[in-house]
């Protein structure tokens, strides 16, 4: 749920998915679990930094990163994006690079 709502391509093609209970409880659950015993890191992402991330504020509205999630094609890394315009959100730009870094390497495995 975490990979879902963090990933651009789908959260701004339906930001409706932030109301969604079982994905923002995924959210949530995914940063206590990540930040396991860090209440400030985690104040921190939930209560702050996901609303830059929410309302396109600073590098997440530039003209370049609205571009750049626009296709859901293989050249598309939502870590890659997050890691370049997720700046002003550093403790949410490690958790999402983390957990959709995880998500986009494991397609590989279920092949096998």
């Known amino acids: 749920m975490a990979a879902y709502f963090l990933n651009p391509y789908y959260f ?14 995924g959210f949530i659950k995914c940063v206590e679990t990540f930040y396991h015993g860090e209440f400030v890191k985690q104040d921190l992402v939930v209560n702050h930094e996901i609303s830059l991330y929410k309302n396109k504020s600073g590098p997440f509205g530039r003209l370049l990163a609205l571009k750049g999630y626009e296709k859901n094609d293989k050249k598309f890394e939502p870590e890659n994006w997050l890691a370049t315009y997720g700046c002003d959100v550093p403790t949410l730009q490690k958790l999402a690079t983390s957990i959709l870094a995880l998500t986009s390497s494991s397609s590989g495995c279920e092949r096998n």
């Open 12 to 25: 701004y093609k339906d930001p409706t998915i932030q109301y969604d209970i079982e994905v923002s409880e």
